[in-house]
């Protein structure tokens, strides 16, 4: 009988190891195709300047060197930087409050009409930026914020962004009515309400929030290209790092050099999703499960 | 008359309406200041930044507008000529943007869901894994384009290097009208990650009872997967719908990045943002016309996501709701 | 919820009342009304907008050109403004937010345009006053400072820019061309000795090398090519003109390079393959010099072989503007024409990466911009200048109106995509022209 109990668990093990190993050559292969733009880019950035753009295109250098990271690591960069770190610091705050803030009204506290309201919020989102661009350049302007920073951050004040504010909505909605009501009578007033209660219960989500718009402002081109034309004092990485590898009309743009910038810029936010992965995949979840 | 509204705690109230608006504005305002109040600063910021781009680009879409000099009225000539001399490229912008979205939407959530299904496990090493899958997603658009265009290079690309390597026939990638679009939803694959980290949480958030009753009942893969998992991810399925048509009908950036500011061999990848674009800042700018392009594009966007939103009782959002 | 709503449509069409007016509260000056005066006094102070192109080497040359000027005139102030991004794009925004700046880069393509939609001010009341002499200049580049290239002046050329034929001296020793050889490209060659040595190279080269990177979607080389048979795409007064003989024998010579596979198909869009090593010959300009130093190639250049019965050769430029809307068009003008003296067209050459458009530095022998690519002493930079009266510059539009000008651009590369095969097989040119011109003549009738 021992025996016999013995040779099922061994071969249930045994079938149990086999999906293990076959879910690990799957893994591998899928890894292989979802790594190869990161390697391509990966292996450009180790090439030579000369050989970076020879003919037919090589995946694996013929001799591995730096000299792209050396050329591509200087002041400038390090100011560019500075800039994104300073909007991304301020927009992963702001974006998050302001948010729910909104959300808040427009899911717990609600008034006459706030579903209509919410809906032309929503609306916003359909009509393509192209389009707005001109006119926000004019309002911008007018405002005197060409070629500063606040483009890029104080607009994120005003609600930041219909998407986190449905995000957070639906987060909202399932949070138990009765927790509220308990602060309530406990002489709890709407702000003592939200920073107390709604705010800690809604962490998952404004987590996620959070990580999503450090990756948006990060990677974010056509705003700084519009909004801080002209002064490379203000330049974010994206931006600068385009006009001194990309947008050069005169001088020579290096494959590896610009290969060099996307590993760099691709480490910070690769990190972040490590470190918080667990969150942002509670975050989610929560939010529009419980609707 | 009796006026019904909730107050700040949720509690309706009743309140005899004022026949002065003013009064009527005020009392509404006195009602509903705490919420107003919460919501101010995006309906401000919609004001300021979004309503007023937008209205002015509605007004600029009722005129003949280079942008530069006075507005000339044409009698509506920004919303016929779509349909009269520019029927030809503006039905092709939609065709084009129409065949994207209905392939590229599908098919992205499909392939995201099989592989959340399949990076789900237990395993160890997984959360770096699922950090590698999600890494192409974090490249930057503007090197994203660079290395596809690298790639798929006609005569140089590493692309065909591999396919005429295996005895295959060069593909000519973006550079034939036949396999242009394919050629992008493939390379589309490469962002999964995104739509998987998304459909991860969802599965997690299923209550395990669910599965160990329904096995209990005996149920099936196919049971479980239609019966079960579908249904509450349901709500994730909706937001993933919405998001997709808006985004896919906005498709713009990374297709202008990956064919080097072209609309692709015989306008095959001529997608209708596209279209707006070299409209209005062609060597011969149309701000009206491009204007008037964008407004139907809103009222296409807002039609589909008002159809998507009203046929959805599908959508489960748990006991209480 | 009605009257919220009636109160926020009002708040948003005030709000937009607001913003429109705001805009248009800055009352617009038209230079035009300002009298001309091309003797400035020294001392006079005043600040200037200059706007150029977003890149290291623009701002270079503009400051050593600002610097040069302020020797003279102490006190007028030049702030540079780089215009980044779509160049249209851009200027719009710069229009509508009425910051164009007083002076500002222009592309030879955008002349006509903006002279049309009164953004660039005409310069001829200036030329006149200060007897500016335009014939100290290349003459092709001047007439594309004008708007539709024969009127009155809206921008002066910076440079000269004309398609010459640049070779890969190792790949032609590679296969067996060497100085002595007949087949060498020289200055004085025809098409025949041109295709000669394509079907040279082409039979002695690996198969994966060109003879030459034709660049056949690039306006100064289809355009010269039909021009040098006798046709034309568009006639003088805008009408579609290729459905003939002469043009037809245009596009064929272009097609032939391509199917005997001397050129590499546009589509591919790599300029990098001269710089890799991977085309023989290459169509260029000027400013490609610096990046194939850059690439450590062995290169020298020859000029543009005889085509057909009028060799034409393709050119083209970029330059200055002044802006409309300034209030200071003298101190702009100052500026200007600077730029083009002798002392400014040298600032302007430092960079090496230009031909001056001022004759007497383009043939001087010591001029700046010959030491450069200074490792080839026997370098033929003459062929950067050599021929002018065979110049054809980008003329097919300059009959059209100024509206359908992109519109119709696209239409010619359509019909030399299909003519030729670019994007798919070839078209019969006795079915595809007819129909082109139908095409086109929708497109002009539109309007």
Redesign the interface.
């Known amino acids: 009988m021992i025996q016999a109990k013995r040779m099922i668990s061994r071969s249930k093990l045994a079938k149990r190891g086999i999906k293990?190993s076959v879910?690990?050559l799957?893994?591998a292969v899928?890894?292989l195709?979802?790594?190869?733009?990161?390697f391509?880019?990966f292996f450009k950035s180790l090439m030579s300047?000369?050989e970076s753009?020879?003919?037919?295109?090589r995946?694996i250098p013929s001799k591995f060197t730096v000299t792209a990271y050396k050329t591509v690591l200087d002041a400038s960069l390090l100011r560019y930087l500075g800039n994104t770190l300073l909007v991304v610091g301020f927009n992963v705050i702001a974006v998050p409050l302001?948010a729910s803030?909104?959300a808040?009204?427009?899911a717990r506290?609600?008034?006459?009409?706030?579903n209509?309201?919410f809906g032309?919020?929503l609306?916003?989102?359909?009509?393509?930026?192209?389009?707005?661009?001109?006119?926000?350049?004019?309002?911008f302007?007018?405002l005197g914020w060409?070629g500063t920073l606040w483009p890029v951050t104080i607009?994120n004040?005003?609600?930041?962004g219909?998407?986190n504010?449905f995000l957070i909505m639906?987060f909202m909605?399932?949070i138990p009515?009765e927790i509220e009501?308990s602060a309530?009578i406990d002489g709890a007033n709407?702000m003592g309400i939200y920073f107390r209660i709604i705010m800690p219960l809604c962490m998952p989500i404004v987590l996620f929030i959070m990580v999503n718009t450090f990756?948006g402002v990060?990677?974010d081109?056509?705003g700084p290209?519009?909004y801080l034309?002209?002064n490379p004092d203000w330049y974010t990485l994206?931006i600068g790092v385009?006009?001194k590898f990309?947008?050069?009309?005169?001088?020579?743009n290096y494959?590896n050099q610009?290969?060099a910038?996307?590993v760099l810029?691709?480490i910070p936010?690769?990190i972040l999703?490590?470190i918080f992965?667990n969150q942002?995949?509670?975050?989610?979840?929560?939010g529009?499960?419980?609707? | 008359m009796i006026e019904y509204?909730?107050d700040?705690?949720?509690n309706v109230r009743g309140k005899r309406k004022s026949r002065n608006p003013l009064k009527r504005i005020g009392g509404?305002f006195k009602?509903?200041w705490?919420?107003?109040?919460?919501?101010s600063?995006?309906?401000?910021?919609?004001l300021?930044?979004?309503?007023?781009?937008?209205v002015?680009?509605l007004y600029d879409s009722f005129f003949k507008y280079d942008?530069i000099t006075e507005h000339i009225w044409n009698n509506f000539a920004n919303f016929t000529r779509p349909f009269t001399d520019d029927r030809e490229e503006f039905f092709k912008a939609i065709s084009v943007t129409f065949l994207y979205s209905i392939i590229n939407i599908p098919l992205t959530m499909v392939l995201g869901y099989a592989?959340a299904l399949?990076?789900n496990?237990k395993?160890k090493g997984i959360?770096?894994?699922?950090?590698?899958?999600?890494?192409?997603?974090?490249?930057?658009?503007?090197?994203?384009g660079?290395?596809?265009r690298?790639?798929t290079?006609l005569?140089?690309?590493?692309g065909n290097?591999i396919i005429t390597s295996l005895g295959l026939k060069p593909f000519p990638f973006f550079t034939s009208k036949n396999t242009a679009m394919a050629t992008l939803i493939f390379l589309n694959l490469?962002g999964?990650?995104g739509n998987m980290?998304?459909w991860?949480?969802?599965l997690?958030?299923?209550p395990k009872e669910l599965y160990e009753a329904a096995e209990i009942e005996g149920a099936g893969w196919g049971t479980k997967t239609f019966r079960i998992t579908i249904p509450?991810c349901s709500?994730?399925i909706?937001?993933n719908l919405i998001?997709g048509i808006?985004g896919s009908l906005?498709t713009?950036?990374n297709v202008f990045v990956m064919t080097g500011g072209t609309p692709g061999p015989k306008n095959s990848l001529l997608f209708?943002?596209m279209k707006?674009?070299y409209t209005?800042f062609s060597g011969s700018p149309e701000?009206g016309y491009?204007?008037a392009l964008?407004?139907i594009?809103?009222v296409i966007?807002?039609i589909f996501?008002l159809i998507v939103f009203r046929t959805s009782k599908w959508?489960f959002?748990?006991e209480d709701? | 919820?009605k009257k919220?709503?009636c109160f926020?449509i009002a708040a948003l069409f005030a709000l937009t009342a607001f913003?429109t007016l705001?805009?248009c509260g800055k009352t617009s000056v038209d230079a035009e009304e300002i009298p001309v005066d091309v003797n400035l006094d020294v001392n006079t102070s005043a600040t200037l907008k200059m706007g150029i192109?977003?890149?290291?080497?623009?701002k270079k040359t503009a400051q050593a050109f600002i610097d040069k000027f302020n020797e003279t005139y102490k006190n007028i102030k030049v702030e540079i403004?780089?215009?980044?991004?779509d160049y249209m794009?851009?200027m719009?925004?710069r229009i509508?937010?009425k910051?164009v700046p007083d002076i500002f880069w222009v592309g030879d393509n955008n002349i006509s345009y903006f002279a049309e939609k009164k953004l660039l001010l005409n310069l001829d009341r200036y030329i006149e006053a200060a007897q500016f002499d335009t014939s100290a200049y290349y003459t092709s580049m001047i007439k594309l400072g004008q708007k539709n290239q024969n009127g009155s002046q809206y921008m002066l050329p910076r440079d000269y820019n004309k398609v010459v034929c640049m070779y890969n001296k190792d790949l032609l020793e590679d296969a067996g061309v060497t100085k002595d050889s007949p087949l060498y490209p020289n200055d004085d060659w025809t098409y025949e000795e041109f295709l000669a040595l394509c079907a040279h190279l082409r039979a002695n080269l690996d198969s994966?090398v060109y003879p030459v990177d034709a660049m056949l979607a690039w306006p100064p080389v289809f355009n010269s090519f039909i021009r040098s048979f006798g046709g034309e795409l568009m006639s003088i007064d805008g009408k579609p003109a290729f459905n003939t003989e002469e043009a037809k024998q245009g596009m064929q010579v272009m097609k032939e390079l391509l199917d005997k596979r001397y050129t590499l198909n546009p589509i591919n869009k790599?300029e990098?393959?001269f710089?890799?090593?991977?085309a023989a010959m290459w169509f260029t300009v000027r400013?490609s010099v610096?990046?194939c130093m850059?690439?450590?190639l062995n290169i020298n250049v020859a000029s543009f072989p005889k085509v057909g019965e009028h060799a034409y050769i393709g050119a083209g430029t970029s330059g200055y503007g002044i802006s409309r809307s300034t209030s200071h068009p003298n101190e702009a003008w100052a500026l200007l024409s600077f730029m083009l003296s002798r002392d400014g067209q040298e600032a302007f050459s430092t960079?090496g990466?230009a031909v001056p458009v001022l004759r007497e530095l383009a043939s001087d022998e010591d001029a700046v911009w010959k030491t450069i690519p200074d490792s080839e002493p026997r370098f033929n930079h003459s062929a950067f200048v050599k021929y002018d009266e065979r110049d054809t510059l980008k003329d097919y539009l300059n009959g059209v109106d100024v509206e359908l000008y992109s519109r119709i651009d696209s239409a010619m590369l359509d019909l030399l995509d299909r003519y030729m095969g670019w994007t798919g097989s070839a078209e019969n040119p006795d079915t595809l022209l007819p129909q082109k011109v139908k095409d086109i003549n929708k497109i002009l009738n539109s309007n």
């Not at chain 2, 600063?41 to 919609?46: H, S």
């Not at chain 3, 192109?53 to 623009?58: F, K, T, V």
């Open positions: 293990i879910s690990y799957v893994m899928l890894l195709f979802f790594l190869f733009p990161f391509f880019m300047d000369a753009y020879s003919l037919p295109i995946f302001s803030l909104c808040y009204g427009f506290v609600k008034f006459e009409g706030s209509k309201v032309i919020v609306a916003t989102m359909m009509l393509p930026s192209v389009v707005v661009q001109i006119p926000l350049y004019v309002i302007n007018m060409i607009p004040i005003f609600g930041g219909a998407v504010i639906q909605r399932g009515k009501n309530k709407v990756l990060w990677n081109f056509m290209l519009i034309q002209g994206a385009y006009y990309m947008g050069g009309l005169s001088q020579r494959p610009q290969m910038v996307g810029m691709v936010p690769s999703f490590l992965q942002l995949i509670e975050g989610v979840t929560m529009s499960i419980k609707g | 509204y909730t700040v705690y949720g509404y009602r509903n705490v919420g107003l109040l919460l919501v600063p995006v309906l401000l910021g919609i300021f930044f979004t309503l007023v781009p937008m002015s680009s942008g592989l399949f990076l496990q395993l959360k770096i894994i699922r950090m590698l899958y999600y890494l192409p997603v974090v490249i930057p658009t503007v090197i994203y660079l290395l596809w690298n790639f290079n005569e140089y690309g590493l290097q490469f999964l990650g980290v998304l991860i949480a969802s997690n958030n299923i509450m709500p994730m909706f937001y998001m808006i906005q713009f950036g209708y943002v707006v674009y209005a701000i491009a204007s964008s407004w594009l809103f966007i807002g996501t959508v959002y748990g709701a | 919820m919220f709503a926020l913003a705001g805009a192109m977003d890149d290291a080497s623009e403004e780089t215009i980044s991004g794009q851009a719009l925004s509508k937010a910051t994966s790599t990098d393959v710089l890799a090593g991977k400013p610096s990046n850059a690439a450590n960079t990466n």
